[in-house]
């Protein structure tokens, strides 16, 4: 590997580690009646409304489409997130210290499965949440609709307009990404360098 | 204010009542101000969904309340009840509520609020507190501005008609309350006729800094005269107070004309630092009295009254230097303390003139004793040591005098209906504009501080006449917005209050609007009675007292359906709001109830007592528009006759209630 690249990889590392700290992604809904806005961070270990009240008042507003009311600490993924985080974390820093082309590229494909199947993850949780309603308690009923957010971007569900973005952590996250992938792309052509330079004369 | 008609029966009042006449019907001119109207509608246009640029807070008079209002827009945007109970949010009619109007005399829901004043710091309106004064029943309170309520009522002993008051000093250390009446002290059975010799004066400077501990801190007692208004010192002339008063003529009878004998009555220069000292030096006597300091606490939520037992008291003459008269004529009204703190001008109601002392010749001519005498051993000055100027021929009854910290001064004239611009220093007249009609009091934002934010000027009317359409025999009172930017006044804008506006304050909104409480929280509650979430809800009986603690969160109540409820019972209704948002208040009423509803803030417990007079099946429901479903935001309480053997019982449905099960549920 590089020099670069395994400074690369461990500078990924940190800016990994960040997400320990700051919010992966956030979620707002803005409506005619809340023109403040309501908002959702989801950290790496749970999730918090952007106004201390308003997962709160999140919950009450979703209990009239038959929303199961979202529950930090009754969502099992939060639970092992860090765990995984802290993984990710060590492990990109291992890279770097070993400094093996093979290693990295190991790595990085566990690295994108990881960030894909987190993707998938939170993508299915929106799914679900939108579309297990109760239809008993629900007050409001209309025929067909559901209420996933989108993964990203806007959406309009009924009076709200939720919006959804990678918050601080999670664009940490797409850069340390982003360095991983300068890292491989380094490794690769240093290989082809030095596989040139090999070539006898 | 009501004292101004004495004038008409005045030896001398024949002419000047005819030209008071004549006034009055100059005033009735087209509302023209030389402005453009649709210049003036774009001054005081706030476009939808933007906000003034100043909080008006206005005193409702005889509705005993606030009124808040934008400026310029005039707008109302709340009334603050303070001495009046108000049926709209329950104020005095919940049990958290009534104690806070608690006297020595009982429970008493209605008074008379004249004089808003703004906390300040360093000689500026801060926004953190409006103090307000009850006339009737002697009493001031503190509003919080970050929750726009009263929080604070504390009660005046020895005092009748707390007119002069609620004047703040440059820090609020203090706020004075001077007495109107002045009445026997203590007060007892004594023939009115013994006025002279057994009716006395006080001035009492109340400890405000800190809420929850507002308290007398001293109580001077003074000559038996009618003490009016007042005006703290600033800067040089930080550590007094300026006080009116009339009826230096002791009368107990027909005032309008036995008080307005005298040409000139006085304005008391008290400085209360002195009076400090000489309590540091034991001076002060605790005198038993009985009277009341209510207070709601911000966690609790609950008034408590207290019963004080005594005030530290004493005679102006024990405490040397403490007061002084200055002569000024005539029944003055205003005692008002221009930006810089020199200048002291007094609104003397019958006066020609406009009387304005000096702050630092007082103080000379006390140093060189230039007294002509003095009563009840304070000194009276003389009244060309004190006087820096008189404004000439400037209208018709002076009253009330404000400043915009450029050098001039507005003061208001009941009888001519207009306001007076003059200037500081050289005393002359620099502009003058109707009023419509009858001014009184008025108010420039900031414009008794040190530091005047003088754009506009709000002149408080009397009479409206014809202003307003018509609506019977009482007419709406108003207040009137003028521009006060330029080097003439401009009449912008009338505006309808509630109540009579009496004195108002005026400060910039963001000295306010950022610090607002959105709610209560939940988690920080200690309401006594507080239900926290809905199962912790539920009913008790404690012989004829039945407790209903309850919940209500959008859009429900929990429990819904009550039974076991009988006639005769005391049923209190704990309600606790459990919403957690800003703006969603619930209400809470049932039918028959004999004091008022609910309205209850986001996170806020309040309690409806209420005893069901016969049996039957009672509606209740939510009061203030909270949802979508708001209308479904409703049960019922089953009364049973004395003696019923239907238990106790409290239910909401835990989810869809079919058909069946409702046809089968009730339980005997």
């Known amino acids: ?201 | 204010m009501a004292t101004f008609p004495k004038f008409r029966t005045l030896a001398g009042a024949g002419m000047l009542a005819s030209a008071a006449l004549l006034a009055f019907a100059c005033a009735k001119r087209p509302a023209s101000s030389g402005l453009l109207s649709a210049d003036a509608a774009k001054a005081v246009y706030v476009a939808p969904g933007q906000y003034d640029e100043f909080y008006a807070f206005m005193s409702g008079g005889f509705n005993g309340q606030i009124g808040v209002y934008g400026l310029p827009s005039g707008r109302r945007l709340k009334t603050i009840p303070v001495f009046s109970q108000y049926p709209e949010n329950g104020y005095g009619y919940s049990e958290e509520t009534k104690a806070m109007l608690n006297t020595s005399y009982g429970f008493i829901p209605w008074d008379d609020t004249h004089h808003p004043a703004l906390s300040q710091t360093n000689g500026e309106d801060d926004g953190r507190w409006l103090f307000i004064n009850a006339n009737n029943t002697p009493r001031i309170a503190r509003i919080d501005l970050t929750r726009f309520e009263t929080e604070e009522i504390l009660e005046i002993p020895n005092a009748g008609g707390n007119h002069g008051s609620p004047f703040v000093t440059q820090n609020s250390e203090y706020v004075v309350a001077s007495t109107r009446f002045s009445v026997p002290v203590p007060n007892t059975d004594v023939p009115i006729t013994e006025f002279k010799k057994r009716f006395k004066g006080q001035i009492s400077f109340i400890r405000a800094d800190e809420p929850g501990k507002m308290r007398v801190a001293f109580q001077m007692l003074m000559p038996a005269f009618n003490y009016d208004l007042a005006r703290a010192g600033k800067g040089q002339s930080n550590g007094w107070m300026f006080l009116s008063m009339y009826n230096t003529e002791q009368a107990n009878s027909l005032l309008e004309v036995n008080a307005s004998q005298n040409d000139k009555d006085f304005v008391a220069a008290v400085n209360w630092k002195a009076i400090e000292a000489c309590a540091q030096k034991g001076v002060l006597k605790n005198v038993a009295a009985s009277y009341l300091h209510n207070f709601t606490d911000e966690f609790t939520r609950e008034a408590k009254s207290t019963t004080l037992t005594s005030v530290p008291q004493f005679e102006a003459k024990q405490c040397p230097g403490a007061v002084y008269f200055l002569p000024t004529p005539k029944s003055p009204h205003g005692a008002d303390v221009d930006p810089t703190g020199e200048f002291i001008v007094a609104g003397g109601k019958l006066a020609s003139v406009i009387p304005v002392h000096s702050f630092p010749k007082m103080l000379k001519a006390i140093e060189a004793k230039a007294f002509e005498g003095d009563i009840e051993g304070i000194p009276v000055l003389k009244y060309e040591a004190t006087l820096a100027g008189e404004v000439k021929n400037p209208g018709l009854g002076p009253l009330h005098t404000e400043f915009d910290g450029k050098g001039y001064a507005y003061t208001s004239f009941f009888i001519s209906s207009e306001v007076v611009k003059w200037k500081l220093g050289t005393w002359e007249v620099v502009d003058r504009v109707p009023t419509y009609y009858s001014v009184g009091h008025l108010m420039i934002p900031g414009g008794g501080t040190m530091k005047p934010n003088a754009k506009y000027l709000v002149s408080m009317n009397k009479i409206t006449k014809d202003r307003y359409l018509p609506t019977g025999p009482e007419l709406t009172q108003s207040a009137q917005l003028y521009d006060i930017s330029g080097d003439k006044m401009k009449l912008l804008l009338d505006f309808p209050t509630e109540g009579e506006p009496h004195y108002a304050q005026a400060i910039e909104a963001k000295k306010i609007k950022d610090k607002q409480v959105k709610f209560f929280k939940l988690a920080e509650s200690k309401a006594p009675h507080i239900t926290r979430s809905e199962k912790e809800t539920g009913l008790s009986r404690n012989g004829r007292i039945v407790h209903v603690r309850m919940t209500a969160v959008r859009s429900h109540f929990s429990p819904d359906n009550i039974e076991g409820v009988q006639v005769g019972d005391t049923v209190l209704f704990h309600v606790t709001n459990l919403e957690q948002d800003w703006d969603v208040p619930h209400g809470f009423a049932i039918m028959g109830a004999q004091n008022g509803e609910l309205l209850i803030m986001p996170g806020e417990t309040r309690t409806l007592k209420w005893i069901p007079r016969k049996p039957g099946v009672y509606p209740m429901y939510c009061t203030d528009f909270c949802s979508a479903l708001h209308q479904e935001m409703q049960g019922y309480v089953r009364v049973s006759a004395p003696g019923s053997a239907v238990a106790l019982s409290g239910v909401t449905s835990k989810g869809p209630q079919s058909a069946a099960k409702a046809a089968g549920a009730p339980k005997q």
């Open chain 1, 1 to 201: 590997m590089p020099k670069t690249a395994r400074i690369l990889v461990a500078v990924a590392a940190l800016l990994m580690s960040a997400g320990f700290v700051l919010p992966l992604w956030r979620v707002d809904l803005i409506a005619p009646q809340y023109p403040e806005g309501l908002g959702m961070l989801i950290r790496v270990n749970t999730v918090v409304g952007v106004k201390e009240q308003d997962l709160n008042s999140i919950n009450n507003l979703n209990h009239y489409i038959g929303m199961k009311r979202i529950e930090p600490d009754a969502i099992p993924e939060l639970k092992y997130m860090p765990a995984i985080l802290g993984t990710l974390v060590v492990t990109a820093l291992l890279v770097a210290l070993i400094g093996r082309r093979r290693v990295l590229y190991g790595w990085t494909v566990a690295f994108g499965a990881v960030l894909v199947a987190g993707l998938y993850d939170y993508w299915k949780w929106g799914y679900e949440y939108g579309h297990d309603l109760d239809v008993d308690t629900a007050i409001i009923k209309i025929p067909d609709m559901t209420y996933q957010p989108p993964l990203i971007g806007s959406k309009q569900l009924l009076n709200f307009v939720a919006t959804s973005w990678p918050a601080s952590g999670g664009w940490l996250l797409v850069l340390a990404s982003i360095l991983v992938a300068v890292a491989v792309w380094q490794s690769v052509r240093g290989t082809a360098h030095a596989a040139t330079a090999a070539r006898p004369a």
